[in-house]
């Protein structure tokens, strides 16, 4: 049985870098004790792009906690601090930074299929 809630503060845990790409990422699911959902901080760099993918059954959604960019379907997207944005399974979607800042988002994927260390479901266009 996991516990009932916990709390994390991001900046204690280490950051690596994705699988597909150098892009920081703090890996929050685990420590959270998330059973349904997996949930990351991704740490975008200005000229840094995250691999556009899709995954299989998953939907994400991510929120910005800086200004940051995402591209869906090759279209990048401004968002604003504080701003949601919803990404269905089968669209393509990566985050991206075309500034001098960096941008922080959170990003929440469900049902929890694969994860950092082991994609599952994630797909990446050859």
């Known amino acids: 049985m996991t516990d009932s809630f916990a709390v994390v503060d991001p900046t204690t845990v280490r950051p ?28 975008v760099e200005p000229d840094e792009v995250t691999t556009p993918h899709t995954h299989e059954g998953q939907e994400e959604v991510f929120a910005a906690l800086t200004d940051g960019q995402i591209s869906i379907e090759g279209d990048v997207h401004d968002v604003p601090a504080g701003g949601v944005v919803r990404v269905h399974p089968d669209t393509v979607r990566n985050l991206c930074n075309h500034t ?22 994630y797909v990446v266009e050859e």
């Open 16 to 43: 690596e870098e994705f699988q597909t790409c150098e892009t920081a990422v703090r890996k929050l699911t685990e420590r959270l004790g998330c059973t349904e959902m997996r949930v990351n901080q991704v740490l």
């Open 100 to 121: 001098d800042d960096r941008h922080v988002w959170l990003a929440f994927g469900a049902p929890p299929v694969g994860s950092v260390e082991d994609f599952g479901s």
